[in-house]
């Protein structure tokens, strides 16, 4: 498989090269070469775990949104069984840039949303990039809502830039949208577990992002707005994004340390972007985990629970 690779990964890319070269070459000639390649492999490995362990916060946002990060979609067969998509908003259109459905945890039936970028041309286009319009945060509400009249926990994926800023979203109210979605998820009576597997970014995460448990993947990022968007506002030059990370702290070591999350999921020494497979086990232990915790909350208090999370939210003490 032919892989894509940022350029702080270009290292990695070459090292790569150079032990699959030696490798073929093993082959063709019959000549045993196999403690040299191991001990490449070890090298390779040493500099995968120093390239993203040491990764700036600009690098990390960069990850975050790497070509070959998995979608929602990439992860649906692989964690679940039996998904059932479901279209549309029932008023205006089928958003393509949300998808949700039914589908089984293990026994359990599940309801699933989550935002889809795609992966080639076509799809992104048809699916605006993951950057979801009015009728899709409706769709997404139907579906909570659907959820909550059969008893039915609720799973949502964040992987978006944000909500779509063109002129036919706000014409259509993607305010009231955005907005009406975290009052309803707030109070909604069934278990919600939100797990953030790309970039989070602004309001159109959040739309989907209110919830009784908060996951983040290692590699992801979660903020109020892209550091491109930060750069191009206050310095009105996105080449200071790098700074602006920085400054946003998006990425999951710091919303650890500023208690927003509940769970980092541990992704593979080389990330999600090149073990889908191993990501995936990873993170359905953790949602098996968190679905058992969270269900076995009566709904009262899973209620009280989520209005105290979210009112603790932002708030610190100063030392005197």
């Known amino acids: 498989m032919a892989y894509s690779y940022l350029e702080f990964e270009r290292p990695i890319a070459e090292l790569t090269d150079k032990i699959n070269e030696l490798s073929r070459m093993s082959s063709d000639a019959n000549v045993d070469i196999s403690e040299e390649v191991e001990h490449l492999n070890s090298k390779r490995d040493d500099l995968i775990a120093k390239t993203y362990g040491e990764a700036s916060r600009g690098q990390m946002a960069q990850l975050s949104r790497h070509p070959d990060r998995p979608n929602f979609l990439d992860y649906i067969p692989l964690i679940f069984d039996d998904f059932q998509e479901l279209h549309g908003d029932r008023a205006f259109a089928d958003d393509a840039a949300i998808v949700g459905g039914l589908a089984h945890l293990g026994s359990q039936t599940v309801m699933l949303v989550g935002h889809q970028k795609g992966r080639d041309t076509k799809e992104k286009i048809k699916r605006n990039f993951g950057m979801a319009r009015p009728e899709g945060y409706r769709k997404a509400l139907r579906l909570f809502h659907l959820a909550e009249r059969f008893n039915i926990p609720v799973m949502t994926f964040i992987d978006t830039a944000g909500a779509w800023p063109g002129i036919d979203a706000e014409e259509r109210g993607q305010s009231e949208a955005i907005a009406r979605n ?20 602004s309001g159109g995460a959040l739309a989907i992002g209110v919830g009784d448990r908060l996951y983040m993947q290692q590699l992801t990022t979660y903020s109020v707005i892209s550091p491109e968007g930060c750069a191009a506002i206050l310095w009105r030059d996105r080449a200071f994004a790098d700074k602006a990370a920085e400054s946003l702290k998006p990425t ?7 208690g927003l999350i509940d769970e980092v999921i541990p992704e593979p020494s080389e990330g999600a972007h090149r073990n889908l497979k191993d990501a995936a086990k990873m993170m359905k232990k953790v949602l098996e985990k968190g679905l058992r915790e969270v269900s076995a909350i009566p709904v009262h208090l899973l209620l009280k629970q989520r209005e105290d999370r979210l009112r603790n939210i932002g708030v610190f003490s100063e030392k005197s």
């Open 252 to 258: 999951v070591s710091d919303l650890q340390e500023l």
């Open 182 to 201: 975290l009052m309803e998820l707030a109070v909604l009576k069934v278990p919600v577990l939100c797990t953030v597997i790309g970039e989070g970014g």
